[in-house]
């Protein structure tokens, strides 16, 4: 049995919902020699813990919750946050689960650079960093002989990027298109139906799909990072967010979207970047009237779905949930098994 000592940055939704995973899954995870160990939990305002024999995953959603108070938790030593705590903590596996941003990836950059400088493997669900600094990342990783993995920020938890690894290695993926955006597509579902675009935001956000300021996902810049992440980690590229180019569903009308309905078609924010001859090329998030019989119109409401065409497979697809507290805390144990297999081999 291998025991991984876990530090999570970060310990709001999918913090709290790695924490579930970790007890849910604790019998599978065993039978698979893994022994994961909180030893960490570093949160501005719950307040930054550590215990080198391990926190208690109940102990810890119990201590957030309310006024929430970490040092609460049985064990539980109070310790520096931040970057420091990456440093200082004992561990061998960070969870990187700040919150995104795709300006300057700050403060998740830093905890992600400083866990890999201190050969500490890192599973993150946080786009920035990723999007953002990917070579620069990817080279630290390797010269610090530790692994970088993100399945949770493209599709939450549905297994993309390690399927991608595993299962389609040797395929020869030519290029990934996708719906990558739950908010936009649900949105151009409701005024299918012939709902305004506001009201179709409004519900959005009464329904918990988009944040109080939906810019990131109506103007497509999330789409684009996961373009991004999907054009490096699957295609082999080396694209910054700038690389994407970018259109949104903020300007569409409510004639655009019925006209496309009538004509057979449907309005869809699709995300797509192809392999070029030399370089990852055409890396691009358009609103695209797509034909009934493509795969990518059939996908309805919050759905995400992204298919992966291939030389050996043709078309593949994977649909799936694309955010959750349970679907993207399973991204992380699914990183950490990943982890663990590629250190045995
Ligand atoms: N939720 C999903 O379904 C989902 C799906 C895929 C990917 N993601 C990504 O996963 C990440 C986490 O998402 P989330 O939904 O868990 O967000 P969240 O609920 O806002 O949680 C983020 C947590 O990080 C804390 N934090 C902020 N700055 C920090 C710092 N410097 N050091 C340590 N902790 C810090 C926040 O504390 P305060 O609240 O006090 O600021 C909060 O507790 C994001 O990057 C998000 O884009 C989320």
Redesign the pocket.
Known sequence: MRTWRVVL???????RGVAERLRASAGELESLGIAPRIVGV????LGSVAAPSGLDPASLLQAAEGEGDLTQVPGALACE??VAGVREIQADVVFE????NLRDGQ?GLDHVRAALENGRHVST???GPVALAWPELRDLAAANNVQLRCE??VM?GTPLLNVCEAGLAGAGVRAVRGILNGTCNYILSRMEEGMAYDDALNEAQRLGYAETDPSGDVEGWDAAAKVAILGNLVLGGSLSLADVERGGIDSVDLDAVQNAVEGGKRLRLVGSVERGESAVTNARVTLEELPQDDPLAAVSGAGNLLTFETDALGAVSVAGPG??RAE?GHALVADLIAIHRAELS
């Not at 570093?42 to 305002?45: A, C, E, F, Q, V």
């Not at 689960?97 to 995104?100: A, E, I, Q, R, S």
């Open positions: 940055v970060g310990f709001g939704t999918v913090g570093l949160d501005p305002r946050g931040g689960l700040t919150p995104t403060p669900t946080n786009k949770g920020t939450s955010a959750g993207t």
